[in-house]
């Protein structure tokens, strides 16, 4: 498939599709459902699947979670007549390693993707192949240098570009620190994935758009309008609302195509953002909840007359094991993740289930290549949260999270008695083998080099300059 689509004809779809973003939210055409009718959708000859993936997106400033601001009427529209999972940690706090461990459904010290050299090798099995085996016609569209191909992102695709750029809206903002931005906007992200909708409404299709202006704190006039204020933070949240809207376009062309009775949306992040809770700002740099809580929504192809909230603790790599349940596809192999039907269903029926522990990495020195690396392991369950450091022991974090949720408060002078297990649990999973052995070393090239420093890095050999990804 050719990238020439993305260039041409892209006035008339921006019209059309923006133009319905000024306009309140259209009741979708989909029949109403319930949770009994979950399990029908793997018998389906139809079904198609949209993964929208916002990066840098913390949960609580969503509406769909409870923010005072209208940050995101569209998802809060969507949780409201879909599934939305109340806790949701991501397995990273940067996004190549986050999204190879969401993809395969491993955890990221199994991926081997946890420095800024690491790909996915070939051997990875990714869920784009699975449904590319299953006669789905697969597009990715992402603006994220991370997860460009040459980092192996790119397998089970028939069609994974970042769009050419176009020019910004008018007066579109771009408030982020730093001296570089990403061109273009999540505007070209929602125009290409609305062509390859259109051109492919008559097959099964698995789509994944994955937006970056959230991460840019870039935005329009509509968001503006708003009146949030002008700190970062409140660009922040101008952001969201912008990358809603885009959100909102794309899902009312898919209502207009009829499209949305068959569909299931996915909407997720990679990690969240810090605003000083712990002194910093960004991401990257630790595991505290601020960067690793983040949203998980399903829109299913039938209306739940209320929408369901599942309140255990969930994993990012837990996604996909649930996406190819729901489609009737094979399992990842070896995943760490599980499915979240079991869950779902059991929450109808106003019950609860155990949820394995959640488990967060991040290698400390990711971006400098001369350091030795420097893990770091967050395991959560419970309302217990341990942060871990195997090269430095006694540096440990711990914190009860049911009297302490802003994790303030470091009870390693007087550990619970819980830590031991969980210090034990970690050895464990240290030990855990890679499927593929190891990940491949890819060497950038100026282009991509410029392309990561655009996001915020200053990339080998001098160390990030902040820890945005």
Not at 52 to 67: E, F, K, M, P, Q
Not at 138 to 165: E, H
Not at 398 to 407: F, H, I, Q, R, T
């Amino acid at each position: 498939m050719s990238r020439r689509w993305i260039l041409i004809g892209g006035g008339l779809v921006l019209v059309v599709a923006f133009f319905l973003t000024q306009f309140e939210w259209r009741v979708p055409t989909r029949p109403k459902g319930d949770v009994a009718d979950l399990r029908a959708l793997r018998e389906r000859e139809d079904l198609n699947v949209v993964f929208l993936l916002i990066d840098t997106l913390r949960a609580d400033r969503l509406s769909a979670y409870g923010y005072e601001r209208p940050t995101s009427p569209t998802l809060a529209e969507v949780a409201g007549s879909g599934v939305r999972f109340a806790r949701v940690e991501a397995q990273s706090s940067w996004t190549k390693a986050s999204m190879a461990s969401m993809w395969t459904g491993l955890f990221p010290h199994r991926t081997g993707v946890v420095r800024f050299q690491h790909g996915l090798p070939p051997a990875a099995r990714l869920p784009a192949e699975l449904f590319q085996e299953a006669g789905y016609v697969t597009a990715g569209i992402y603006r994220n240098g991370w997860v460009d191909p040459n980092f192996g992102f790119s397998q089970g695709f028939d069609l994974y570009v970042n769009p050419t750029p176009r020019k910004d809206p008018r007066g579109f903002r771009r408030p982020a620190p730093g001296a570089r931005q990403l061109p273009g906007t999540d505007q070209d992200v929602t125009l290409a994935a609305i062509e390859f909708v259109k051109r492919n409404q008559s097959r099964k299709f698995l789509l994944y758009a994955h937006y970056m202006d959230v991460h840019q704190y870039a935005y329009d006039d509509a968001a503006a309008a708003l009146g949030f204020g002008s700190s970062i933070s409140d660009s922040y949240d101008a952001a969201i609302h912008w990358v809603d809207s885009n959100i909102y376009a794309l899902l009312a062309e898919l209502d207009d195509l009829d499209l949305l009775k068959k569909t299931v949306v996915v909407v997720s992040s990679d990690h969240g953002e810090a605003f000083r809770e712990h002194g910093g700002e960004g991401h990257a740099r630790d595991l505290y909840l601020e960067n690793t809580t983040v949203p998980l929504i399903f829109m299913l192809p039938f209306r739940l007359a209320d929408g369901l909230v599942i309140e255990p603790v969930v994993r990012n790599v837990d996604v996909w094991p649930t996406v190819l349940d729901l489609a009737g596809l094979p399992p990842l192999p070896q995943s760490d993740g599980v499915s979240l039907v079991p869950l779902i269903e059991a929450a109808a029926r106003s019950e609860t289930l155990e949820t394995p522990k959640s488990l967060a990495y991040l290698d400390q020195t990711w971006g400098f290549i001369e350091r030795e690396p420097a893990p770091l392991f967050a395991l959560r369950d419970d309302g217990k949260r341990l942060l871990f450091r195997p090269r430095n022991p006694d540096a440990l974090e711990v914190y009860d999270l049911a009297s302490d949720p802003g994790e303030k408060r470091n009870l390693r002078g007087t550990p619970p008695e819980w830590v031991e297990p969980f210090k034990s649990e970690i050895q464990g999973q240290i030990e855990q083998p890679i499927p593929w052995g190891e990940a491949t070393t890819v060497e950038l090239d100026d282009m991509q080099a410029n392309h990561l420093r655009a996001l915020g890095y200053v990339m080998p050999p001098g160390p990030p300059r902040k820890e945005q990804d």
